[in-house]
């Protein structure tokens, strides 16, 4: 069972339309190489049956698949940061390349890590992990969940 979309879309567009650019909105753009939430909400609300809430407060966006959480986005952060579900092992190997990347922030710090938007990373490959991530939870969910989803009308 998915949770309703609930809550403010992240920084500023509400669900169901494109986000606007940072410099759009009215506000300076993300420095180089840091990842504006937007971008992030539009490459999550790609991906099937995803829906976001606030359940820990305005200041952070939770993407779920099949009610799991697969990405916590933390908007009021400086610098802005995402926690993400990823291979324990794989976990280990980012966390020793990457100094942004560390374990997850108030979860599971075996299977999730937190990767600080802090310039040190690319867009991209951040934009990579939290599909790997989505992929991740994705197959944990129950068979019976999954083929629940698939039966949906929005897949």
């Given at each position: 069972?998915?949770?309703?979309?609930?809550?403010p879309a992240?920084?500023?567009?509400p669900?169901?339309?494109?986000p606007a650019?940072?410099a759009a909105?009215?506000t300076?753009p993300?420095?180089e190489?840091t990842?504006?939430s937007?971008v992030v909400?539009a490459?999550c609300m790609?991906?099937?049956h995803?829906?976001?809430?606030?359940?820990?407060g305005?200041?952070t966006?939770?993407y779920r698949?099949?009610g799991?959480?697969f990405?916590?986005?933390?908007?009021?952060?400086?610098?802005?940061?995402a926690?993400?579900?990823?291979d324990p092992?794989e976990?280990?190997?980012l966390r020793?390349?990457?100094?942004?990347?560390?374990?997850?922030?108030?979860?599971?710090?075996r299977l999730s890590?937190?990767v600080?938007?802090?310039g040190?990373?690319e867009p991209?490959q951040?934009?990579?992990w939290?599909?790997?991530?989505?992929?991740?939870?994705?197959?944990?969910?129950p068979r019976?969940?999954?083929d629940?989803?698939?039966a949906?009308?929005?897949a």
């Amino acid at each position: 069972m998915t949770t309703p979309n609930a809550g403010p879309a992240p920084d500023p567009a509400p669900q169901g339309s494109d986000p606007a650019p940072d410099a759009a909105a009215g506000t300076d753009p993300a420095p180089e190489g840091t990842l504006p939430s937007d971008v992030v909400h539009a490459h999550c609300m790609t991906m099937p049956h995803v829906t976001y809430d606030n359940v820990f407060g305005p200041q952070t966006t939770c993407y779920r698949v099949g009610g799991k959480i697969f990405l916590m986005l933390g908007q009021d952060a400086d610098p802005q940061y995402a926690t993400f579900s990823y291979d324990p092992e794989e976990s280990l190997v980012l966390r020793a390349t990457y100094p942004s990347v560390v374990p997850g922030y108030y979860s599971n710090k075996r299977l999730s890590n937190t990767v600080y938007y802090d310039g040190r990373i690319e867009p991209e490959q951040t934009l990579d992990w939290i599909s790997e991530s989505y992929a991740i939870v994705f197959a944990k969910l129950p068979r019976k969940v999954r083929d629940e989803l698939a039966a949906r009308p929005d897949a």
